[in-house]
């Protein structure tokens, strides 16, 4: 027989021996180790997991804050923009008001440097006329016109009216018969006669005193001057008229083309 | 040439005779034990030495094929089965070393080796499942199945105690015989053959020891199985 019973018997406590050996130093300490590693990786895992759900519910904390930041920023900015608006408008406002005021101030000084312009060209114009028609009249007018000047101013003597005669008479008794007689050349005899005829009968005189002078700037014209009345037929009295008439005519001219200017702008 | 180590015999004290097969099991035993000392006594949990990685590996391999072979829980089996193993390997490994006889290339070892099987089954299935219910596997499927069941407890001891020592003593043997014709080379490729046979014996004795093991403490575990299936329908069913 080949097993040798002793031997087995003795093998038996060695394999136990060695169990109980191996069981000491390798198995318990290794699967212990194992065990503790695993509990170990568990752990961090779990803290890991734990970290996680932090950094999660941090970032959600943050997420909302961030959030909430945006829609506080949102809100400045529109009131920022809000704020540009109304400040961009009360700015534009305000220069348009400037620009509105200065195109006044404009307008003002341009419709009175037209007013100027025009009083300027008015005057100008008058004196043109004036300086003309004058020129012309002085250079037609000769001793001959005399004549015809002096039998309109009879013609004009004895259409006087009452009331003006009447006056007329009042003052040649207050001053005493001398009454002075002007014309832009001397009068013919039979022109002074003619004047003297018809002043002694409108104004219902005896005598007559008349001192006759010169008086160039009539043009062509004669001046009765009786007290503080003046009778006269001159081309200067209807220059003076005329002067009047176009000083009338041109600030009517003048004034409503001023006025449309204003209104066009 | 012995056919095995039990008749080497080195010294005798007293009544004890202490032959080579029991010499080289101490040699086995101290080389493992010194090994695992050295390697365990400063364990980490994190940032492993080489050797801690081995042995880790090396465990968690053993434990992997228990769950598979058994279907079960490996830590109860762990220690045994592993021990097994570990001791078949290296005992099978030291055979490459010259003047090393592999105690279980005797018979009285892995006779030994099959009879701490041989009652290590009726313990894990008594711890596992309690007495009574172990001793009514040996009446399953019925009462006439009795002897059977005790006849196939003795010859599957005996099969595994004869397959371990066939196994390990004639790849001795074969490398012994050939030393002898073919002086050169061709006894390496013997002693390499050799040591795959040890190396696939030390599995098979293990995965066999786990098989019966595991057929001794299954019931009970099949019986929770059972429990937890009706317990799952039932909650299936409250939904």
Known sequence: MLIDWPTTVAQIINFLILLFLLRRFLYRPLIDTMAARREEIAQEFMEAQRQTDEAQRVQRVYGDKLAEWETHRQALLEEAHRDADHAREHMLEQARREVAA????????????RAVFL?????????????????????LADADIESGVAAAFVARLRNLDSATRLSLRKSMNQVGQEIAVGSAFSLSDRSRQAVEEALKQELD???????YRQMPELIAGLEVRIGGHKLSWSVDDYLHTL??????????????????SHAAD | MTITPDTLVWFELGPLTINATIGFTWVVMAIMTIGSWLVTRDLTTSALSWW??????????????????????????????????????????????????????????????????????????ITQQGLRRYLRTYIQPSFIMLPFNIIGEFSRTLALAVRLYGNVMSGSMIVAILVTIVPLLFPIVMQVLGLITGVIQAYIFAVLTTLFIGSATRSRHDTLDKQTNTQAKEIHQHE
């Open chain 1, 243 to 260: 002067q009047d008439s176009l000083a009338d005519v041109l600030s009517e001219v003048a004034e409503p083309s001023g006025a449309s």
């Open chain 2, 52 to 125: 801690q990685n081995l042995l880790e590996y090396v465990v968690e391999l053993i434990a992997a094929q228990i769950r598979e072979v058994s279907d079960q829980s490996p830590s109860p089996f762990v220690t045994f089965i592993g021990t097994l193993f570990l001791f078949i390997l290296v005992s099978t490994l030291l055979a490459l070393v010259p003047g090393f006889y592999p105690p279980t290339a005797s018979l009285s070892t892995t006779a030994a080796l099959a009879i701490c099987v041989f009652f290590a089954v009726p313990v894990f299935g």
């Open chain 1, 205 to 211: 005189l005896e005598t007559l005193k008349v001192s």
């Open chain 1, 102 to 113: 200065e195109k006044a101030a404009w307008l003002e000084d341009l419709s009175h440097e």
């Open chain 1, 119 to 139: 009083e300027k060209v008015r005057r100008l114009s008058r004196q043109q006329v004036l300086a003309i028609s004058r020129q012309v009249l002085r250079d």
